[in-house]
């Protein structure tokens, strides 16, 4: 059975640094897209960092470019979000997401199909 679990996250302050890193199982196909995605409190699901094309694109949200970087292991079986600079803003879960199809936009949350469970970011200033 697929599966995503992520780990890392925790409780920091403003400017610390965190490595978010999600590990996938259970998949039969090639996974295309791997996404970090974060929610916080009241506020709707939004993506922040994305690796496909077997690890020769990646996406950042223009809120986490400069401090965020997203890596995958050569296996393409986990992806990395190294977050540098965290500020408050960036408290929120983040979910690792998987899609096997090459042809979806990967920078989108409804494309996704696989998703992990989350793991908490907490900046505090």
């Known amino acids: 059975q697929e599966q995503l679990v992520e780990s890392g996250g925790g409780s920091v302050q403003a400017g610390w640094s965190l490595t978010l890193s999600c590990e996938a199982s259970?998949?039969?196909?090639?996974?295309?897209?791997m996404g970090w995605f974060r929610q916080a409190p009241g506020k709707e699901r939004e993506g922040v960092a994305g690796?496909?094309?077997?690890?020769?694109?990646?996406y950042y949200a223009d809120s986490v470019k400069g401090r965020f970087t997203v890596s995958q292991d050569n296996a393409k079986t986990t992806v990395y979000l190294q977050m540098n600079s965290l500020k408050p803003e960036d408290t929120a879960m983040y979910h690792c997401?998987?899609?096997?199809?090459?042809?979806?936009?990967?920078?989108?949350?409804?494309?996704?199909?696989?998703w992990g469970q989350g793991t908490q970011v907490t900046v505090s200033s």
């Open positions: 997401a998987a899609d096997l199809r090459t042809w979806v936009d990967c920078t989108k949350v409804n494309e996704y199909t696989y």
């Open positions: 259970g998949f039969t196909d090639s996974i295309n897209c």
């Open positions: 690796i496909w094309d077997r690890g020769g694109t990646t």
